[in-house]
Every structure is written in structure tokens, then in C-alpha cells.
């Protein structure tokens, strides 16, 4: 386990200088800008469907009124309730359900997170949907103690 | 033949002699000059490049100069511009790369100050801060750049900029004549901006408190809100004897609610000030005339 | 007489190194070209080396020259660049045979292995192929890329040397017989006891977590049934379904992924020993 792990960070953290000149590069626009670290939320409730409008807004609301306001509570990105969201417009609303707490489960499990999870970001890790549709196809695997970066 | 025209003969001989000699010299000369020339020549042509901004290609030849330069005199100019191109390509370890080896091979204490000082600017856009104060320091205290340390103050009010710490820059600045401008646009980002710390504290006394010090009413009416009804529903509870629910309520929500309230006031005067530092930077990289990273 | 020559001499050899004007430049004269590209080379900055390279007329390049060109482009990931000019190299050349070979590996690194397979046994260059160990090795380890039926054991592991047996042996075990999770076995034990599925796939901390959970809401619902608080009653019964049933999902799903992993495991064993081996092809000595 620990040979897959140090040879995982190798391919993927290891720079090789004369590598960077391997693809013809041109002039880079470098910003004195500082990232944000924070999450940004979409709460546009424009859906494709009725069905994902309705279930769209009422997380809006939820948002809204109670996720903004009790902190950042989930160790997961996405989020348990943007979670909730994609998996019933990737798959159905019983199927999303169950996703859900199953996710849920795994969220009240504090227990040894690091060796199971890619990190996403300095304190989330990265649990995405495509996951657990049960289509195998879809399913990326990421191996834990890596760090991925969002789109 | 006379003795007379046997040494003439013989000085004839050694006047050719002579000659060869002076044309070997000569041939020696050109063998000597003539492919250093063409570095001169190769050296323009780099530098032509990189004027032009195709600093992959400017790479390129200024290798190829180094390549055939057995005599290394272009070695710090080579390898100091190949670090400006690769800066200017966002390459920076490789740039760092350069410029150190350009350090190395400085003809005067000048041009070994230009160079340290493009370590620590690229330090800066790497984001590596405390390497560039660490270099700073040094150059302080190096003896040999007493003469610069107008220079030494000015980048290290830069260094502060980029560690947004606006109110140290703003003082570095002032210890300069020439620099009111700078020191009154990092006064301002100073002043706009929130402290995090007073935020939190603020909340920690009264839930709401520290997001109506930063602007955002709204969330701190709801969080002053739910922290209200819920303390109030769970004192209720553990009043009417109902203890167990009133401790469910108390921990899962009211605490919640609460440490939410606390996150979010820091985090808002946090988001604050990077945006504030954001804008500054932004305009100082667009619109700032002086010397910049 | 002399003293004219000399005079003649001395003004050649003032005014001609102010002929050098920019249009002029040994430097990039053939020769020089070619020792900056080989310089190059060996400092493994591989695409300025093949650029050199290619300021050289066609006509005046040597195959050596072709073939450290096309290797360049090998390299640095231009596959297309790369066969172009692997497959101009003729049969007369000393290159030809690694540049067969070259041309195998690059099939392996696009993942095209039933075209590799195809140019080991039917292509032009097969009977050069079926007697080069490396050629032999590549077209039976891309058996293990793709899922394609595979060779008998005694016929696959033939071609490698005697150090690479173990590793040969155990990737060969792994491909045919991976240690797989039953998914709907992991959903079945879930069903029965809530977690035991997720146990059966290694995630034991999450299966007692399913477990709590399942057992503690339907503990409650019969609490409050009992004590007649209806409502609550159904609110925890209806909980504890659906962490029930949100858990055989889960467990299956945990099977998936477990699978997935192993996958990618052995990938990256794979790839790491065929790294290590530099894909069986021999080193070159370029730059001794």
C-alpha cells in the first residue's frame, strides 16, 4: 500500500526541469491576485425540468436560511445537499434518496477519512456522485492522500 | 659572393621570417577573434527575441551562446536573461534556476544586486514570501549594497504587499522620499479592511454581532435568530424537566447554529479582505507605473 | 612582392571578421547546428534538440539524425511527428530495427493494442519483429492493457528473462483473477445484518456506523410505538428504512469501488514496471 502511495505522489508530484520545455510554451499572464478559498455556491433555480426547478429551490431555501448560517459542516465536496441535488438530476429522486443516506452514513463516520478520500482543497475531501450510480462506467477512481483540483 | 651581400642574404632571410611570423600572429588573431565575434552577434540576435517576446525561442538561442561561449564571457548575461524569459513564460523555479547561476558568475557587485533582486521578485509572484524576506535580510545585512538600501526598503514593501500585510508595507514606504503614492494606496487597503480576530470575537459575545461589523445584516440576523430560538426552546425543555431533550436541542442545533455564527463572521471579514487586497493588486499590476515583480 | 602580399594580408585580416553581419552566423552552420542539438539531447530538452535537428536540409541528414529526432518526438508526447519519421527510416538502415520497436512502444503509449498486436503478426516488419525479444515481450504484456481473450500462461510468460518472471507471474495472476468483490453479495449481507456488507468490502468503520445508525432509529421507533407516541413513531421507523435501504445500496456501490481500485492498482503496477523497464527496449548510448 504505502509503494502505490509513494509512487502515486511521484507520478504526480515529481517536476523534472528540463520536462517544462517539453511543449512549447508562450508568454504567461501572471495575476498578482490572491485565490478565495471559500466555496461559491449556485443558487441560480433555472432547472431543465420542472421537476429539478421545484427540487432546485427548496435547496436554495435551505441554503438560504439554514446552511449558510450554521457553518461549514460537511467534510465532503460537493457538499451533502449539493450532493443530494446532483444525484437526483443524475439519476431519480428514490435513487438519489438512497444515495443520500448513504452519504449521510459516511458523513457521520469521523473515523479515518484521510486513507479513504482524495483530498479536495486544504479541509474537504472530494466524494463526487458519479461514484455511486451503480454504472460502473462511470466511476473514476482517485486513490486517497492525493489532491484534486476543482474545474 | 662578397661579405657584404652574405649578410644582406641573411638579413633578407630574417625580415621573410619575420613576416611569417607577423602573418601567423595575424592568422592566430582571426581563429581567435572570429568566432567570438559571432557570438556578439548571436547575442543580439537572442536579445532581439527576447525584445519581441518569444521568450521560448530567446531560451533557445541564448543556450546555443552558452554552447559555443567557451571563453564564458556571456555566461551572466545568458543566464540572467534566460531567467527574465522564463519568468516571463510563469516558469518560476526554472527562472530561480537561472538567476542563481547568473549569481554565481556576476562580473561586479551591481549586477549581482540586479540579479538577488530578481530572485526575490520572482519569489514574490511564486508566492514564496518568506524566501523573499529571507533574502531581503541577507541583503540588508551584506555589507557590499550599503548603497542600495533605498532599494532593499521599497522591495520589501512589496514583499509585504504580496504577504497582505498592508499596514507593514505602508510603513516601509514612508521610510522612502520618493514613494507617497504607494504608501497612501497600502493605507487605504489597510484601513478598508476588517480584522478577522475582532469579527470572531465580536460573534463569540453575541451571535450576529461580528456579521453586522462586516457588512452582511442579513446573515447576522439569522444566526443572532436561530441561535436565539433554539438556546431559548432548549432551556424551556431542561426547565419543564425534559433534560434529554433539551441537551438534543441545545447540541445539535443551538451549538451548531452558534459555531456557525462564529465561522461565518470570520470567514466574511476574511473574504472582505482578500477582496479588498484583490482590487489594490489588481491596480497596482494594471495601472502602478514604478518597479513591480 | 612581399611587402605587398603582407600589405594585402594585414587588410584581410582587419576587415574580415567585420564581414560577420547577422545574415552570416557559423553558428548555424551544419556542424555547429548539430553538436548544439546533440548537446541538447543529452540534457534531455528534447524538443529544442528536434527543432535544431530539423533547421538541417533533409538531404544532408544522416539516419542517426532521423532516428534521435523521431525519439525526441517520442518523447515529449508528439506521437504523430514521431511515427512520420520512424516510419521513413529504411530497411538499410542500422536504425531500422529500433525504429520498429520504437514504433511498438508508441502504439503502446496511445493504447491502440489491437493495432500493435496487428503490427507484431501481420504488418510489413513482422518477420523482424517475431525475432526481437523486446517486440515479443510488448505484443504479450499488451494482453494485460485491454480485454481481449488472453494466452495460456506457458505461452505468455516465454519471452521474458529470468528477472522479470516474478513480476510477470503476479501481473499475469492479477489480470486473469483479480481480487474482486461480489457486489450483490455485498448487498445481500447488507440486507441481512445493516454494515456487514460494507465489512465484506474492507470498509468496516462504515459498516458499523450503518449499523448504529439502522439499529439506534429503529430502537427509537419502537421506544416511542411503545410509549404511543405514533407520530414519532413512524418519523424514526421511516428513518431507520432508509438508512436500512440507503445501506444495501451503499454496499453495493462499496463493491464497485472496491473493484475500481483494484484495477487501477494493477494499472499502476503495470505501468510502473514497464517504466522501470523502459518498455524492454534497450538503451540507447546516444550520449556516452
Known sequence: MKIIFVLVLFFILSPIYAQTDWVKWEKADLSYRKNSEFDKRDYSISGKSLSETAIKSITVAYWFFISDVDGDNCPFSPSCSK???QAINETNLPQGMLMFFDRFTRDLNIFNRVNKYPRAGAVHYHDPVYLYTLDEDKIRYLPPNTFIKSE | MTFVSK?????????SKFREVLLIIFMLMNIYIFPQANLHVQYDYAGKLFCEEKYFDAITEFKRLQFFDSLNQYSFLSNK????????GGKLNEAINYFSKAELNSPNDDSLFTVKLEIIKTNLLRRTIYRAFDLLNELSGDARFNSKKDQIIYWKGWAYIFNDEWKKAADEFDKLEGEPELKKLCENVSNAQYSPKLAKVLSYILPGAGQFYTGN????????SWVALWTYISIEAILADRIFDGVMVADFLAFRF??????????????HNIEASNWMLDYLQNNYRGPKP | MNKLFLIILSIVAIVFPQNVDSSFNSLFQKENVIKFADYLFCEKDYLRSANEYLRIDKTLRDEKINFKIALSFSIVGDYVSAKNIFERITGSSPYYKSSRLELMKIFFLEEKYPELREFFHVGNDKIILQNEPTANKLYYI????DIEEIPSFNDFVKPYDFSEQDEINTLYKMKINPPNKNPFSASLLSAIIPGAGKIYTGEISDGIFAFITTGLFSFLAYDNFKAN??????LFSSLAVMFYAGNVYGSYASAQLYNARIKYEFNLQLDSFLKSKNYFIPEYDFCK
Open chain 2, 7 to 15: 649578410i644582406n642574404s641573411t638579413k633578407r632571410i630574417a625580415v
Open chain 3, 142 to 145: 499488451s494482453y494485460l492493457k
Open chain 2, 258 to 271: 452558534y459555531n456557525g455564527n462564529l465561522q461565518n463572521a470570520e470567514k466574511f471579514a476574511v473574504e
Open chain 2, 81 to 88: 536573461l534566460i531567467g527574465m524569459s522564463y519568468k516571463q
Open chain 1, 83 to 85: 450532493f443530494f441535488v
Open chain 3, 229 to 234: 407516541h405514533n407520530l414519532r413513531g413512524w
Open chain 2, 217 to 224: 445584516y442579513v446573515s447576522g440576523i439569522l444566526s443572532f
